[in-house]
Structure formats: structure tokens, C-alpha cells
């Protein structure tokens, strides 16, 4: 019997892409792009009654329950994961790539892979990668575009959340974010770096992580780079959950990051116009 969580997740697929397929073809304003985020999202939750409720014991004084709050935080996270990969979808593979690695960690090491359908859309990932990165040939590429890079999104996301939420799979909220963490911090230096500069959050650029490692590698080896730092971050997110407390995994993570922003803010460089549109 289909719950009503994967029967809810199908359903709102099916929505979003038919929705995000409008920007693909004419383009759509940013904010209708985010009330379409948000409605997916919204519905979702409706419809299945799941939402990050509890955020663990994140500041080492017990569980953070967010009660009616954690609707609204929810919507923002979901949304907010989806534009991270989305703006991360520069070069062949990446975003894909980024998203099933988060996946493959989420699922196995929470056993959501055992018991849901996340093992077919892990599946159809792969089979995407290898005629999106052209391993049968140059003419044979297929590329995801604005619904494919939110769809994948909005699946990670919510896998994370799902299996953050329910007790049978026991893994601490902060973990997953350990899983995302390259989409979602280039996501958020982007947008601090361009506030900075007073660019538009809309406007096409050569600010991304993948921007500034193709300077000095090319697109394959930039693809590797990152995927490897993607999967290392998740194994040691792993590690600290399995050897330490949420409140340091916290700690640890704040300062994974500010590492990154440092490194972001030394390679950073002019926004330049490109073909690709980021949101």
C-alpha cells in the first residue's frame, strides 16, 4: 500500500513539472517561480501531514520543537534547497551528480532506500547522467533545464525531511544538511556576494563554485572535484553524527562553512553575463 507521503511526493511532481515546464519554454518571473516552489511545497504538507517538526537536540538543551512554525520553515528550506540546485545546474552532470550522491547517503544510511521508492529515482538519475555527461555519444546528451534542476530539488529535499522526521530511521536533522552542503552554500555565498556588490539575485553570472574551478580545470575534472568534496562532506557529516552530538555537528558545520565562504570570498570575481539564467 502507497503512503500517503509517496503518493503526495508523485502526485506534486507531477504538478511541478508540468508548472516549471512554462519556464523552459518562455520563462517566468522569478517570484512566480517561488509561489510555484512554495504552492508544491505547501501541498505536500497538506497532503501528507509531514514537515520538519523537530530540529533535534541542535543547541545541546534538549529537542527544538517548532510546533505550528515548522509549515512556514519548512516551505523556506524546501524552496530554498531547490534554487540551490537549480543555480548549481552549470555544468553537465553537477547538479544530477550532487543530488544523487545526497540521495545514495540519505538512503542508505537512513534504510529510506529499503522501503520507499527513493531506489527508482536513484535509479532514474543514473540512467539521466549517462546521456546527460554523453557516455553513448555526443549527439545522445539530454540536459535537465530549469523543471529538471527543481524537480531534483525538490526530491532531495524532501527525502531529507522525510527521513529526518520519522523515528523509524533515527538520523539527526543537522546530518542532512552535511549532505547538501555544497548546493546549499553556494547558494548562500552567491547571494551574499552579489547583496555585497548590488546585483540583482536574478542575474546570470560566473560566480558559482563551478565558475571559479574551471578557471583552472576543465568542465570533467571541476565535475570530479566536487563531487568528491560532495561525498566526503556527507561521509564525515556521517561520522560526526555516529561519534559526537547534534550541538557539535552544528558547531563543526558553521565552521565548514565559514572555511567556505573565506575560500568563495578570495576567488570571488566581477559578475560577467553568461547564456546560463539562474534564479
Known amino acids: 500500500i502507497i503512503s500517503n ?3 503526495g511526493l508523485v502526485l506534486f511532481t507531477i504538478l511541478l513539472q508540468l508548472l516549471m515546464l512554462f519556464d523552459d519554454l518562455w520563462g517566468l518571473k522569478a517570484i512566480t517561480r517561488l509561489a510555484i516552489q512554495s504552492i508544491c511545497t505547501g501541498g505536500l504538507i497538506y497532503f501528507s501531514g509531514i514537515y520538519i517538526e523537530s530540529l533535534g537536540n541542535l543547541l545541546g538543551f534538549g529537542e527544538i520543537t517548532l510546533g505550528s512554525w515548522g509549515i512556514p520553515f519548512t516551505i523556506f528550506c524546501v524552496v530554498g534547497i531547490m534554487n540551490a540546485f537549480n543555480m548549481i545546474d552549470g555544468i553537465n552532470g553537477l547538479c544530477s551528480g550532487c543530488a544523487m550522491l545526497a540521495l545514495l547517503l540519505i538512503g542508505f544510511y537512513s534504510g529510506l532506500i529499503y522501503d520507499s521508492m527513493l531506489v527508482l ?4 538519475m543514473i540512467g539521466f547522467l549517462m546521456f546527460n555527461l554523453r557516455l553513448f555519444g555526443k549527439k545522445r546528451g539530454v540536459f535537465l533545464g530549469d523543471s529538471g534542476s527543481n524537480l531534483i530539488g525538490f526530491w532531495v529535499a524532501w527525502s531529507a525531511i522525510y527521513a529526518s522526521q520519522n523515528e523509524p530511521y ?8 552535511w549532505f547538501v552542503a555544497i548546493p546549499l552554500l553556494d547558494c548562500v555565498a552567491l547571494i551574499f556576494f552579489r547583496l555585497k556588490k548590488g546585483i540583482s539575485l536574478a542575474a546570470a553570472g560566473r560566480d558559482h563554485i563551478h565558475h571559479k574551478l574551471m578557471k583552472n580545470f576543465s568542465p570533467e575534472g571541476t ?3 566536487i563531487l568528491v568534496i560532495t ?3 556527507g561521509l564525515f557529516g556521517i561520522y560526526i553524527e555516529n561519534n559526537s552530538t547534534p550541538s557539535i555537528s552544528l558547531l563543526l558545520f558553521i565552521t565548514y562553512a565559514s572555511i567556505y565562504f573565506t575560500i568563495a570570498n578570495y576567488f570571488d570575481e566581477d559578475t560577467k553575463t553568461i547564456t546560463k539564467k539562474d534564479v
Open 121 to 124: 529515482i536513484i535509479g532514474s
Open 170 to 177: 533515527d538520523v539527526e536533522p543537522i546530518t542532512m544538511l
Open 223 to 225: 565535475l570530479f572535484i
Open 5 to 7: 507521503f509517496s503518493f
Open 231 to 233: 561525498l566526503v562532506t
